[in-house]
Each structure stands twice: as structure tokens, then as C-alpha cells.
């Protein structure tokens, strides 16, 4: 099977819903190197192998962890985003919060974006046929997690035009 057919699309593609792509592995063709953990919802292995003897171990608390809570919201547009980026929270503003429970716990946060498409078929009576018309928005903003010490990944949200403050669930004007 070529090396391909293990990169897939994922997304759903109704009218204003993301779409992005998503890795599985589905062959052991990529078996040298060190391994790069999925760090995903519902992956049943420690994940592939890649770079040959290049790559190194990703290995971070959201990654590391499983998720509880609202980290398991489906997408809505800021909840339940794709699984790859939470490969680069390695790279995310890290910061201790603590709870109105005196819990505390550790805030990820880094500036990314999404990409919303919108799908649209429009029949042209004219040539008889139905034609699909494509929009597609950038949205800047940021990613961020909450990890607890009990209860692993507590929140995952994407806040558009959101800024690093070390606070979560920022309101941010539209």
C-alpha cells in the first residue's frame, strides 16, 4: 500500500463547517525513526514513525493525556477542532490557572487559524447542469487547552481573533 493511502481528509463539508486533514496509520510502511504520537481523540496506537532517524518524540500533557469535559465537543466552529494541533502545543504560551475550586491547572495557548468553507450547489438551466460554488473564509485566532491534574484534557477551543492573555475562554469583539 503507498505511503499515501495513510493521509486522509477529514472535515465535514455542510455549509459553514471545517474541513482539514488528519494523519492515521494504516500501514507499517513508516517504520524507521522515532515515533510521533497522534496526540488525538480515539487514536488506538502510539503512533508512526517518520524522518528516518531525524525525528524525535513529541510529548506534551495535551497530547499525553485523554480529554474530559467540554474537550469532548463536537465542532461547532470553536470546539473540536482537528487533532494535528494538538501537536503544537509544545510550542504554546504555557500558564498556571487556578480554579474557583483552588485546583490548579496548566492553560495552553497559541496564535493559529481555521479555514470555514461553505459549500453551495446552484443549478445553470442554461448548460443543464448543477455547479458548486466554493467560499472560503481565513480566521485568525487562538488555540488553547486546559489540562487538570485528575482529569486530563479539560478544554479545547479555538477563540477567533483571539489573543494570548493567559486567561481562558477570552470574549473578543466581532
Not at 505511503?3 to 474541513?19: D, E, F, K, M, P
Not at 488528519?22 to 517518520?50: A, Y
Not at 492573555?165 to 470574549?171: D, L, S, V, Y
Amino acid at each position: 500500500e503507498h505511503w499515501l493511502n495513510s493521509i486522509g481528509v477529514a472535515g465535514i463539508v455542510a455549509g459553514g463547517s471545517l474541513a482539514g486533514t488528519t494523519l492515521r496509520s494504516t500501514t507499517n510502511q513508516l517504520n524507521t525513526g522515532p515515533r510521533v504520537n497522534s496526540g488525538g481523540q480515539g487514536s488506538n496506537n502510539d503512533g508512526v514513525r517518520v524522518n528516518g532517524d531525524k525525528g524525535k518524540d513529541i510529548s506534551h500533557p495535551v497530547l499525553d493525556n485523554t480529554r474530559t469535559g467540554s474537550a469532548l465537543k463536537e465542532p461547532d466552529g470553536q470546539h473540536g477542532f482537528n487533532d494535528i494541533i494538538d501537536n503544537y502545543t509544545p510550542y504554546a504560551k504555557e500558564f498556571k490557572i487556578t480554579g474557583g475550586d483552588g485546583v490548579q491547572r496548566n492553560l495552553s495557548q497559541i496564535e493559529g487559524g481555521i479555514k470555514y468553507y461553505d459549500y453551495k450547489d446552484v443549478y445553470n438551466k442554461d448548460l443543464r447542469i448543477t455547479e458548486r460554488i466554493t467560499t472560503v473564509k481565513d480566521q485568525n485566532g487562538i488555540f488553547e487547552w486546559i489540562v487538570d491534574p485528575n482529569n486530563g484534557v479539560t478544554h479545547r477551543r479555538f477563540i477567533p481573533n483571539g489573543q494570548i492573555t493567559g486567561f481562558p475562554n477570552q470574549i473578543t469583539k466581532k
